[in-house]
């Protein structure tokens, strides 16, 4: 399998980041860390080699990046306005600086695709409704799409627009909702056993429907735990049967 890593300073958050890009060809998948991981967590835990036919096939261009999470939400030692700051900070690195160099990778007409479990997973379906001008879908898998899980009490305006759950309910930019609904690749997935939160996902799915964007639920089954043998099951099966 063709493999990279790319690095440079980040202006949006002034530190070094890296990123490894796997594949020559395809659709582009973006892969978003779990929790506090680094951008090889996901071929650590064998995901990567879950998806490698499809990588060496050339269906897809997998790139995965750094979370800033031990930065943000899950520092227990920072103030919650700061972690809101970074959090956006994080978001402008995905769009200004992420979204150009996997564009320069592939071409300005490849789609682009996030991609994340469990926390990863809020901030892959984040990052795309927010700017579906510059991301065409994302696959979530065992996700809490309110940031509200995440910041112990605390809420802002950031922590709202930040949060799925609570803003696509009200958005009523028509430009921006019928950019959501072009979308054929939105895929919410969960498992049903042990530390999954299936009615996250179930809640998350509502809002989606009562706005008008068309998207697959699939809720596994009560052996399907929040763990990695979830997760790498669950993406080999939607790149080979949903693209």
């Avoid at 594949?23 to 991981?37: K, N």
């Avoid at 809101?84 to 160099?101: A, K, M, T």
């Avoid at 065409?136 to 309110?146: P, R, T």
Wanted: glycine content about 6%; charged content about 20%.
């Amino acid at each position: 399998m063709h493999r990279e890593i790319h690095q440079w300073h980040s202006p949006s958050l002034n530190k070094n980041m890296e990123i490894v890009m796997y594949g020559h060809y395809g659709f582009s998948l973006l892969l978003l860390p779990t929790a506090a991981a680094d951008y090889l967590e996901y071929e650590r835990f064998h995901l990567i080699n879950s998806i490698s036919k499809y990588i060496n096939e050339g269906k897809v261009k997998v790139f995965s990046i750094n979370s800033i999470n031990s930065e943000s939400w899950l520092n227990n030692h920072m103030h919650p306005r700061h972690k809101s700051i970074r959090h956006n900070q994080f978001n402008d690195y995905v769009y200004n600086e992420v979204i150009p160099f996997i564009k320069g990778k592939t071409s300005q007409d490849t789609p682009i695709y996030t991609c994340g479990a469990s926390l990863g997973a809020l901030h892959s379906a984040n990052l795309f409704f927010k700017r579906p001008d510059l991301i065409n879908g994302v696959v979530a898998m065992s996700g809490d799409y309110d940031l509200s899980t995440y910041t112990k009490g605390y809420h802002d305006t950031d922590v709202y627009f930040n949060s799925p759950a609570q803003y696509i309910g009200n958005i009523d930019d028509h430009h921006l909702l019928t950019q959501m609904r072009r979308s054929n690749h939105i895929h919410i997935l969960a498992g049903q056993g042990s530390y999954e939160n299936p009615q996250a996902s179930r809640h998350f799915s509502g809002i989606l429907n009562a706005k008008g964007i068309p998207h697959e639920l699939d809720l596994w089954g009560h052996d399907m735990g929040h763990d990695w043998p979830t997760w790498r099951k669950m993406l080999p099966y939607v790149l080979e049967t949903k693209f």
